[in-house]
């Protein structure tokens, strides 16, 4: 099975930095991956797909990069609604599952 | 706009059992592939389990497989998740959760609200 590894676990920043969190899975899994944000109570929302690919109605100060088994979601001028747990997920092959998450919190 | 609903969620002692039920709204709901996720207090994701669009195909999670089976109705617009021999560690919030369409190379575009099961005597 694949195995998802996120970093940091948590990441302390201020309004207005550029942020990154990385993503590396234990396998190739090309370009099948996913980056959702949840807030606490809430679920979880779709940010990215296949690796790069903004969803509809994302900020574009969200982008993501990488294939293969490395992999990166970056904001840029990070925003007071931002501040939140970010997932990795690969859905290349069976089971899909997700990285332990990121948790960005206000300096 | 596409809505997903959870219910059926609860307190139910260990080797208890429950059926957790997600009714779908907005979108042809015969035409997509559906999974559960699930979220312990304080904790990640976790995929739990997948049935294509016309139920034919079915996986779980190693964690659940021989204790919870997921089934739909595509007549109802609904998913369903029946757990059985319950354990403290299925305490979590459960989502059902739309993929992007009939592939399974797509990502979870859609989420419930979710569902909160604690396992406790």
């Known amino acids: 099975d694949v195995q998802m590894t996120q970093s940091p676990s948590t990441l302390s920043a201020s309004v207005g930095d550029r942020v990154t969190i990385t993503c590396r899975a234990s396998?190739?899994?090309?370009?099948?991956l996913a980056w959702y944000q949840q807030k606490p109570g809430k679920a979880p929302r779709l940010l990215i797909y296949?690796?790069?690919n903004l969803e509809g109605g994302v900020p574009s100060r969200f982008s993501g990069s990488g294939s293969g088994t490395d992999f990166t979601l970056t904001i840029n001028s990070l925003q007071p609604d931002d501040f939140a747990t970010y997932y990795c997920?690969?859905?290349?092959?069976?089971?899909?599952?997700f990285g332990q998450g990121t948790k960005v919190e206000i300096k | 706009q596409v809505q997903l609903v959870e219910s059926g969620g609860g307190l139910v002692e260990p080797g208890g059992s429950l059926r957790l039920s997600c009714e779908a709204s907005g979108f042809t709901f015969s035409d997509y592939y559906m999974s559960w996720i699930r979220q312990a207090p304080g904790r990640g994701l976790e995929w739990i389990s997948y049935?294509?669009?016309?139920?034919?195909?079915?996986y779980y999670a190693d964690s659940v497989k021989g204790r919870f089976t997921i089934s739909r109705d595509n007549a109802k617009n609904s998913l369903y998740l029946q757990m059985n021999s319950l354990r403290a560690e299925d305490t979590a919030i459960y989502y059902c959760?739309?993929?992007?369409?009939?592939?399974?190379?797509?990502?979870?575009?859609?989420w419930g609200q979710g569902s909160l099961v604690t396992v406790s005597s």
């Open positions: 296949q690796a790069s």
């Open positions: 997920q690969q859905y290349n092959s069976y089971p899909w599952p």
């Open positions: 396998q190739s899994i090309s370009s099948w």
């Open positions: 049935i294509s669009n016309s139920g034919s195909a079915i």
């Open positions: 959760a739309r993929k992007g369409g009939a592939a399974l190379h797509t990502p979870f575009e859609y």
